[in-house]
């Protein structure tokens, strides 16, 4: 069986990134294995920005990630990175950055929220495998 799991929501405020990882932690352990994908959105990318300090007691979603990236496919938004300012380098080991653009005859064009309602081939390339 396969999963994929998208978060849209920052890592703390809410414990929807949480109880996501924490499922998708739980699903690694299982046998036999399945097909675990976690595509991280919006605020969800600084989900695995490296170098978060949380206070005792307080789960830290990075270590959740690099959990998750060691057994299954961690993806993250291009273009939501870029709005944030994070870069490749700031990412845990294991998760990759897309980009997603639609294609238009022979060229690729961003994505944009104009494609509302139109007929467009999208096209994913990560840069995880």
């Not at 109880?19 to 690694?28: P, Q, V």
């Not at 600084?46 to 057994?71: F, H, W």
Request: charge should be positive; charged fraction near 20%.
């Amino acid at each position: 069986m396969k999963f994929l799991f998208i978060l849209n929501d920052p890592p703390y405020g809410s414990e929807r990134c949480f109880n996501t990882l924490k499922l998708a932690l739980a699903l690694l352990k299982t046998e036999p294995k399945p097909g675990v994908s976690v595509f991280l959105m919006a605020g969800a990318v600084t989900c695995a920005k490296t170098g978060q300090t949380t206070p005792n007691g307080y789960d830290n979603l990075e270590r959740m990630i690099k959990g998750v990236s060691r057994q299954a496919k961690v993806i993250l938004c291009g273009t939501c990175m870029d709005a944030r300012g994070l870069v490749d380098e700031e990412l845990v080991k294991g998760a990759g950055k897309c980009v997603v653009r639609k294609r238009c005859g022979s060229e690729s064009l961003p994505m944009s929220a104009h494609d509302k309602g139109q007929n467009i081939n999208w096209r994913i390339s990560c840069s995880n495998g």
